[in-house]
């Protein structure tokens, strides 16, 4: 099977950055600093973006080039003979399964708020009303699995269309209109009387805010925002040539995907302080906030339609880049038509969809963890706390070690094609500090998480002495 290419440079430059711009960064990155302590979490998600989100985004791409393979097979094309590194491979698609299980309905959700925006229902409404619109859709299994069923459909008849007809030109016209979207309604917030205060919290970083938690936070949180660590970024190296070498790419795209992270805390965060929306509410941040704020000012049932319309640009982005790296590990595992593989996908990526968008409804009796937990926490703990992390390490050690693909050969095919480069002194940083960072990233992580009410295995080994 002849393998596809994108076009050019543009292309693979904005579908790498709308795989990583997605719920991670319009979603999940403003609550996350909300619940974190605001500007503290912002600094030291930075950090962490550059020192170690970015080596492991290069490894990737030089991986998925070197090998012209999906992530589930391009260890097999460069690992040396009787070696195990393959087995993560199956390992990268089993996560962005379980990534889209729980990405799929949140998608679903913006879907919904840009429809009832639209057709004015979102408007006109009292504060307590607005406020429990969320709860009521929630409750709802036929708009929860109504609207994941949508974008899972509308996902795969994208795909359906090819790399470059269809993914490719679509990931283009949304990426563009997403950025020029966030321009605009950044500007609005700026204008809202409780944009001082809310533009201090999230910009404004207060030592007493930093802790061990926040710590683990903003390092989860530089690896989900670039979707590190299951082959997202490898899958799109594969597809381009060596004209560039990947440093000075990579350092593009993540410019791209914190710019939308931070431009959507500076739309959120003044609209938080202005309407007296609880920063620490958690996932339901964006969602309540906004919808506030929209039902407060004039014309608002056109500025929420803008808004959500970006948000569903910038999910969609996502969910096309993945559901592409789940199409392509298939393809590569059974020898399927484009069409009849994107069918086959499409309905297990939707069935397997389905427990996320009940847990909110019929099956919110299930609690994997704490009293108010969800099947989503549950599915969110793996990619998160476990795949994301560990998938690093492993194409991290495959890249540095001399029984994988070895420092040479990553260094080599880094550095291939015009643009910044990878310097040979960075090696004892890339060989020895990163993987220990990122195995102290995930030992952390488990450490603290909270598996039932009060219970933290950190709390329980404290205990202990």
Known sequence: MERERLSGRLGFILLSAGCAIGVGNVWKFPWMA?????????????????????????????????????????????????????????GTLVANLLLVMFYTSVTGWILYYFVSFLRGSMTGITDKQSAALFDSMQASPSV???????????????????????????????????????????????TLPGAKEGLEFYLKPELSEFSGKMVVAAMNQAFFTLSLGIGSMAIFGSYIGKERSLLGESVNIMVLDTFVAVVAGLIIFPACFTFDVKVEAGPRLLFEAMAKVFNNMNGGRWWGSLFFLFMFFAAMSTIIAVFQNILASVRELFPWSRIKACLVCAVSVLLLSIPCALGFNLWSG?????????????????????????????????????KGWGFE???????????????????????????????????????????????????WFKGLF
């Open 34 to 90: 909300g619940s974190n302590g605001g500007g503290a979490f912002v600094l030291l998600y930075f950090i962490f973006l550059i020192l170690l989100g970015l080596p492991v985004m290069v490894m990737e791409f030089s991986l998925g080039r070197g090998a012209q393979a999906s992530p589930v097979s391009l260890y097999q094309k460069l690992e040396k003979p009787g070696q195990k590194w393959h087995i993560h491979g199956y």
């Open 144 to 190: 929860t699995v109504g609207f994941m069923a949508v974008v899972v459909v509308l996902g795969f008849l994208i795909l359906s269309f090819g790399l470059q007809n269809g993914v490719e030109r679509v990931t283009k016209y949304m990426m563009i209109a997403l950025l020029v979207l966030m321009i605009v309604l950044a500007v609005n917030s700026f």
């Open 366 to 402: 299930v609690h994997p963890f704490t009293s108010g937990s969800t099947i989503m926490d549950l599915e969110d703990f793996f990619v998160s706390n476990c795949f994301l992390p560990l998938g690093s390490l492993c194409y991290v050690l495959f890249c540095v070690s001399k």
């Open 409 to 459: 050969n990553f260094l080599a095919e880094a550095n291939q094609g015009k643009g910044m480069k990878l310097k040979r002194w960075m090696k004892p940083y890339l060989t020895y500090v990163l993987p220990a960072a990122i195995f102290v990233i995930f030992l952390m992580g488990i450490l603290n998480f909270e598996f039932s009410d009060g219970f933290t295995i950190l709390k």
